[in-house]
Nanobody, 119 residues
């Protein structure tokens, strides 16, 4: 079992920045992928970014490339999502998730943290 706890959400003006954190505990190891997803009201949950625990290899959805940065601190078992140049369309509940390296689905999820970007 893996427990994930997100923090760092809030209200920010367009153009501003926020940093989300996801602290992982439980049966964590180096053979995991950590991901960030988001769900806006009335929309389906979408992938935002992911990173491999071992190599730190990042992956981003096109809409956040150049604005968001995912990073991990293995010593703290924490993954971060630095969000810059925020836009109103980034408003959503952001979820941290994890999966085994070669699994298809993310099977552990955090409770989510609200990010609201005002125009």
């Amino acid at each position: 079992q893996v427990q994930l706890v997100e923090s760092g959400g809030g209200l920010v003006q367009a153009g501003g920045s926020l940093r989300l954190s996801c602290a992982a505990s439980g049966s964590t190891s180096g053979n995991y992928v950590m991901g960030w997803f988001r769900q806006a009201p009335g929309k389906e949950r979408e992938f935002v970014a992911s990173i491999t625990w071992s190599e730190g290899m990042p992956l981003y959805t096109d809409s956040v490339k150049g604005r968001f940065t995912i990073a991990r601190d293995n010593a703290k078992n924490t993954v971060y999502l630095q969000m810059n140049s925020l836009k109103p369309e980034d408003t959503a509940v952001y979820y941290c998730a994890s999966r085994a390296r070669f699994a298809v689905k993310y099977n552990y999820w955090g409770q989510g943290t609200q990010v609201t970007v005002s125009s």
